[in-house]
């Protein structure tokens, strides 16, 4: 199962170049909390085409919730910021990763 962690306390890297582009998940998912874990189960659609679960942390869900709908990299970066105690480069690099994770899986509709 593959697990996506956006840690806004640890993660360090690149800003995205990226930030106005329109991002939203590819299918529709349900976050579901099993034994202390946030899983994303694809619902509708998905479930026929994206055959797995979505294994999150903390972050990396409140990130999935946003891309339920149209966003961009950069609102994203911004609710983060009113949700979280973290410096904003962490936060930057945190987005920037999960999102870089979801693109990688095909989960991301731009």
Known sequence: MPEYKADPETDTGSQSTKGEAVLKLKYT????EVDDHIVAVPVSEGANTYHGVVKLNESAAFIFKLLQDETSEDAVVKSMLDEFDAPEESLVSA??????????????TE
């Open 29 to 32: 998912f349900d976050l579901v």
């Open 95 to 108: 987005v920037h990763n999960c999102i870089s994770e979801l693109r990688n899986k095909d989960l991301l």
